[in-house]
T-cell receptor, first 113, second 114 residues
C-alpha cells in the first residue's frame, strides 16, 4: 500500500529537549516536505526536499532542521523545542511539485510544555 | 507571490443541500489548483486538481470545482451534502516559477446537519 508514515503520532515534551519526528514514504517520490497546521492559519511549509541531499527552507523554518540522506526518509528535527512549536505536523511526498498529488502522513501532534 | 484565500472558515449545510466552498487565488501566471480534504484525526487527501485541461474538474465523492480565470476563483461544489462530507477542506495552489511549494489556504470546516 502506498503510504507516508510518520512517527510518533502524539508527543508531549519539555522545552529544550531535542526531538525527531520521522517520516518515511514507499512510493519512490523525489519531493518531500514538512508542514505545520495551526488553527486559522492552515498548513504552512517548514522545509522541503527535492531529492537526496537537497533541502531548502519553506515559509516557517526557524527552530527546525531536516535531513534527506535517503530518498524514502525525511526526518524533522527540533534541536531545542519551545512552546510556540506546539502544533500538528504533517509530512508529505509527491512525484514532483507542479501538477502532482501530494500524499500526506497521518500527522504528529506535538505539545511542548 | 502565490496565494489562495478561502472565504468562510466555517460553513454549515443541511444534509441534501448544495455545498459551496469558496477559493480565490492570486497569481500572475497560470496556476495549478487543488482541493484537499482532511477528516478528523487524519492527514489530507486529494479531492481534485485543476491542470488547465478542462475548466470543470470532477473529483472524488461527488465533488467538483470550476476554474474561472476572470474571477480568479476555484470554488468547490457538491449538489447534495452527506453527513460523511463533514471535514475540513483546503484549497491549494502551486505555480511554475513560484517557488517549489504548495501553498494552502486557511481551510473551511464543513458541518453537515440533519
Amino acid at each position: 500500500e502506498a503510504q507516508v508514515t510518520q512517527n510518533p503520532r502524539y508527543l508531549i515534551t519539555v522545552t529544550g529537549k531535542k526531538l525527531t519526528v520521522t517520516c518515511s514514504q514507499n512510493m519512490n517520490h523525489e519531493y518531500m516536505s514538512w508542514y505545520r497546521q495551526d488553527p486559522g492559519l492552515g498548513l504552512r511549509q517548514i522545509y522541503y526536499s527535492m531529492n537526496v541531499e537537497v533541502t531548502d527552507k519553506g515559509d516557517v523554518p526557524e527552530g527546525y532542521k531536516v535531513s534527506r540522506k535517503e530518498k524514502r526518509n525525511f526526518p524533522l528535527i527540533l534541536e531545542s523545542p519551545s512552546p510556540n512549536q506546539t502544533s500538528l505536523y504533517f509530512c508529505a511526498s509527491s512525484l514532483g511539485i507542479f501538477n502532482t498529488e501530494a500524499f500526506f502522513g497521518q500527522g504528529t501532534r506535538l505539545t511542548v510544555v | 507571490a502565490q496565494s489562495v484565500t478561502q472565504l468562510g472558515s466555517h460553513v454549515s449545510v443541511s444534509e441534501g443541500a448544495l455545498v459551496l466552498l469558496r477559493c480565490n487565488y492570486s497569481s500572475s501566471v497560470p496556476p495549478y489548483l487543488f482541493w484537499y480534504v482532511q477528516y478528523p484525526n487524519q492527514g489530507l487527501q486529494l479531492l481534485l486538481k485543476y491542470t488547465s485541461a478542462a475548466t470543470l474538474v470532477k473529483g472524488i465523492n461527488g465533488f467538483e470545482a470550476e476554474f474561472k480565470k476572470s474571477e480568479t476563483s476555484f470554488h468547490l461544489t457538491k449538489p447534495s451534502a452527506h453527513m460523511s462530507d463533514a471535514a475540513e477542506y483546503f484549497c491549494a495552489v502551486t505555480l511554475t516559477g513560484g517557488g517549489n511549494k504548495l501553498t494552502f489556504g486557511t481551510g473551511t470546516q464543513l458541518k453537515v446537519e440533519l
